[in-house]
């Protein structure tokens, strides 16, 4: 689903009567239908001006102007210049003055503007304008205030409810200021996009969308939310599968088309990848989505400079496109380029600090660095972010074994079994812990466990290790009989093999002294 169009919002003042109170009803239509009659050849010119870009023009013709719509018009085209100033002033990507350096200088006095305005005319698209740039000033709690405002007063205007989206700091505040929201179905759709944006998922996630799918059964929008949920969970073949169906009903459709191309990376299935990047570059190859999904596809092919030229193409389009950020980050961490890597996913966090991805990307460059206190802050903000992700609690309990503290990493082990209790590699980690601080029967205990959760009796790196380990204790331990079953069963695969070897002829020569 879109946000609206500068039609539909400099239109919309014409559909709001229905939300204001009735002793105010009549009066304030009046005024506005008279304003906005009265300067509706001026309005006319200006929205000319605006359609060609030239945002200066368009403010200059409305500053006479008194209705909402014109105030609208004429605040939002000024706020755009100075967006286009900021971009003229600006560097090439991750440069010394990159946009993100260089402010809009427009912002405050817009803000100030605006603020003495809605005192008096409560318009739903001034106040939408007013929480869009509380919340670019990092005012979050005041931006949550106003669009809830503008929302009570006209909800369907879907980029209000983005806004709010992004001020969203966990599901707790979700579910606090969701009794303050209008009740209609754009509130159902706004929950639905705010749980996965937050990265909750669930059976009432799946019954919300399912009545949605009730009123809209043919809504692309509502079939992506339900293929973000597989996607969430890292079930990226059920993903696949549904984000395939939506591509085969509208074939051009480019929205969150990127995140299809993520997930046949996964995968690994580049001649889909491929033809997916012909199509988007067929339809519109000047959309940050396009050029996202090209990338995806040169990095598949191991072509990582030109999947960084494709994502900062995406960059240029929209600064603030999330996925090309962090998957530029990724780019950069393949080319041992940590340094820019780390500016990637810094810019990430910038635009949503929601972004576990970036956040885990931090972690992991700084990682490499050998920076542990500055990757295990990194991975506490991104374990926070999505908590029942067993790849976050591992990073944590490998960042504490390199800080020397057993017993934060053993809990983070711990908590990462809970996501896959079957994790080879975590319980063979617990078994090494557990062996260092002298805990021996408990690191057996996580060294069998490794054991049986191989599949099918392959004997793997991680379980070549335990298999070794148990031998050798149980030796220690005196028996021998369970000793020679461990190490004879290494001999069946390719790991330790010489060493298990010499192990089994060891134990063999003891147990016929023995028997001597």
């Not at 007013?130 to 005012?139: A, D, I, T």
């Amino acid at each position: 689903m879109e946000p609206l169009t500068m039609t539909d919002i400099c239109q919309g003042t014409n559909y709001k009567s229905g939300y204001l109170k009735k002793n105010e009803e009549k009066e304030s239509l009046f005024d506005s239908g008279y304003q906005e009659e009265q300067e509706s050849n001026q309005y006319s010119l200006a929205k000319c001006y605006f359609d060609c870009k030239e945002y200066d023009r368009c403010a200059y013709f409305l500053k006479t102007c008194q209705s909402p719509k014109s105030i609208f018009l004429r605040l939002y085209s000024k706020f755009l210049a100075g967006e286009k100033r900021g971009d003229e002033d600006s560097e090439s990507i991750l440069g010394p003055l990159d946009a993100s350096n260089v402010k809009n200088r427009e912002i405050t006095s817009i803000c100030q503007e605006l603020e003495k305005t809605v005192e008096t005319q409560k318009d739903a698209f001034l106040l939408y304008l007013l929480g869009f740039l509380q919340r670019r000033q990092k005012q979050d709690s005041l931006s949550i205030k106003t669009l809830i405002q503008s929302l009570n007063l006209y909800p369907y205007n879907w980029g209000t409810w983005q806004e709010l989206s992004m001020c969203l700091a966990g599901i707790n505040m979700l579910n606090s200021i969701s009794s303050a929201l209008p009740e209609c179905f754009m509130k159902k759709l706004f929950l639905v996009y705010a749980i996965l944006e937050l990265h909750q998922s669930g059976e009432t996630l799946y019954h919300q969308i399912m009545e949605l799918e009730t009123l809209f059964p043919n809504s692309l929008f509502l079939k992506t939310q339900r293929a973000l949920i597989p996607y969430n969970g890292r079930d990226f073949e059920e993903a696949e599968k549904q984000f395939e169906e939506i591509a085969k009903l509208d074939p051009h459709r480019l929205d969150d088309m990127d995140i299809y191309s993520n997930i046949l990376f996964v995968m690994s299935k580049r001649s889909k990848l491929g033809f997916l990047a012909q199509i988007a570059s067929a339809t519109d190859k000047f959309r940050p989505e396009t050029c996202c999904i090209i990338g995806n596809y040169y990095s598949l092919l191991s072509e990582h400079e030109k999947a960084v030229i494709y994502f900062r193409r995406a960059l240029k389009l929209n600064r603030n496109w999330l996925s090309a950020w962090t998957l530029m980050g990724h780019e950069y961490v393949e080319m041992k380029n940590t340094h820019a890597a780390i500016e990637a996913y810094r810019r990430a966090v910038d635009v949503n600090r929601k972004d576990y991805r970036a956040w885990y990307g931090l972690g992991q460059t700084y990682e490499v660095l050998e920076m542990h206190y500055y990757a295990l802050y990194y991975y506490q903000r991104a374990a926070a972010l999505k908590p029942y992700d067993q790849r976050m609690w591992q990073a944590l309990g490998n960042c504490y074994e390199k800080l020397d503290r057993p017993g934060e990493a053993i809990k983070s082990y711990k908590r990462a079994l809970l996501g896959s209790a079957g994790d080879p590699v975590i319980l063979l980690k617990l078994g090494g812990i557990f062996e260092r601080i002298g805990d021996t029967d408990t690191a057996a205990m996580y060294y069998k466990q490794c054991i049986t959760a191989e599949e099918d009796d392959v004997i793997t790196l991680e379980s070549s290790k335990a298999h070794m380990w148990l031998a050798k204790w149980e030796m220690s331990r005196g028996n021998l009989r369970k000793a020679e079953k461990y190490a004879t069963e290494i001999m069946n695969g390719s790991f330790d093999l010489e060493e298990a070897k010499a192990l089994v002829r060891d134990l063999r020569s003891r147990m016929d002294q023995n028997e001597n």
